[in-house]
């Protein structure tokens, strides 16, 4: 909200206009323009008015940004119920091997805490050391660049395996598992 105010001041003893503009943005007080001269009022009009319109337009943007942000995190958060929830063993690995995700299942199979395993390599953490190279193996055929075909499309066999998984405590569970590659915007 603008308010002006036009009237007459004595200064040294002579009748001068003058003009008192408070701009007051959202309850609190902006600026105070005391002039007699018109050019920098308008001057000072102009950059107020702009710099409003820039105030309003940056925060529809950071508003917009907080929106996109809150709907983003309850997505995350709805993906992690539904991995948490799975009675399927769910571990996200990078394209290096590292552990980026470990589901509850995991934890409570593996006796290690997400915070644990997290950036680790898999194959460092669960495997017997006979089985290291081959689960190697089947992770670099991952990353070729027809990995993302499915099987039948590629003219393998099925994607499933059997290996033995170490436990935190030692124990040896055997497992079954598949695989899938997911791609970023990267590829």
């Not at 308010?3 to 001041?9: H, N, P």
């Not at 994607?159 to 791609?183: F, H, P």
Request: proline share 3%; hydrophobic share 45%; aromatic share 12%.
């Amino acid at each position: 909200m603008i308010w002006v105010g036009i009237g007459f001041g004595a200064i040294f003893g002579v009748l001068e206009p003058t003009i008192r503009i408070w701009v007051l943005h959202k309850g609190h007080f902006i600026e105070h323009i005391f002039s007699t001269d018109l050019h920098e009022i308008w001057v000072r009009l102009l950059v107020m008015f702009i710099s409003i319109i820039f105030g309003v337009y940056t925060q529809a943007i950071i508003t917009r940004r907080q929106r996109a942000e809150e709907a983003l995190q309850e997505e995350r958060n709805f993906v992690s119920a539904v991995l948490d929830t799975a009675g399927a063993l769910v571990v996200v690995l990078d394209s290096q091997g590292r552990i980026v995700r470990f589901n509850r299942a995991c934890e409570q199979t593996t006796g290690y805490s997400f915070n644990e395993v997290k950036g680790r390599h898999f194959w460092d953490l669960f495997l017997i050391e006979e089985e290291m190279e081959p689960v190697k193996a089947v992770f670099e055929q991952l990353k070729s660049p027809l990995s993302h075909l499915s099987p039948r499309m590629r003219g393998d066999v099925p994607n499933e395996y059997e290996n033995y998984l170490v436990t935190k405590d030692g124990i040896r569970r055997l497992i079954t598992w598949s695989n899938t590659v997911l791609l970023n915007k990267k590829g």
